[in-house]
């Protein structure tokens, strides 16, 4: 998603590199500039400098219009030209909330970790959970699921709803739950059955940790996984309601909030 205007206003940037996409946002008082997402790679650093100039060149500004940037994600800390880096779990609430003021928390699932952050009302971080010691749940797991059903991750994410009776998934490592997989495909269970069977897993995985923090139904669904149609609606049934809506690219969320906090700062 990309949004362009031209602004004669101050620029403020957030970057926020990921492990497996870097995104960058660009605001000014009224709302947001421009928007840019590249795949992270292999060099962090690199790949938050040219998300940026991407952003960059869409304004048609220069460098220079751009009075703060915050950097935040795994990466931050590769990012020398930014004048600050700050959590991301801070900045998915402060993006979630600007976009959102009814939001009350947040389920944020992306490439390496799985978040659930409950909201004060000045939209500061009451509390969160977090699992970023197993990949189980996470972007890369549905990649790797994915491929092990030999399909491209779009279908993957809606051949669940296809499901006539979803298979049960009782691995959590993804090594163990790839073998699976395999397994039942093996023995003759659909892509479907499975698809809906990961999916399932990953729901109960997430909404247990939601439940931990007795969420309510103001919650908003973001990072990259929640593009994953199958493991949107699986979480919405575990948790029994439906994610509040946020009108942009769920995976830029955090970039946006790294941009308002840029703002904040730079008017303090």
Known sequence: MTIV???????????????????????????????EII??????????????????????????????????????????????????????????RYLNSNVESLIDIGG???????????????????NDRCAAGTGRFLEIMAQALETDIEHFSLISAHAKSPCTINST?????????????????TKDNIAAGLHHSIARRVGNMAKRLNVSKNTAFVGGVAKNQ????????????????????SQITGALGAAVLAKEYYQR
């Open 230 to 249: 199958g493991v949107r609606n699986a979480l919405e049934k575990f948790l029994g309601f439906q994610f509040v809506s946020i009108q942009v690219d």
């Open 39 to 96: 795949n992270t790679g292999a060099d962090p650093g690199k790949a938050g400098a040219a998300v940026f100039t991407k952003a960059l060149n869409q304004t048609k500004h220069s460098r220079k219009d751009i009075h703060y940037i915050v950097a935040t994600g795994y990466g931050r800390v590769s990012l020398a030209f930014a004048d600050k880096t700050v959590t991301e779990i801070s900045c998915h609430a402060k993006g979630v």
């Open 112 to 130: 390496q970790d799985s978040k659930v952050i409950k909201l004060n009302n000045d939209g500061s971080v009451l509390d969160f959970v977090m």
């Open 173 to 189: 490592c993804i090594v163990f739950a790839e073998s699976e997989v395999i397994s039942l495909l093996a023995t003759g269970n």
């Open 5 to 35: 205007c031209q602004s004669d206003d101050k620029l403020f940037a957030g970057v926020d590199v990921g492990s497996l996409t870097a995104k960058s946002v660009i605001i000014d008082r009224s709302g947001i500039v421009a928007i």
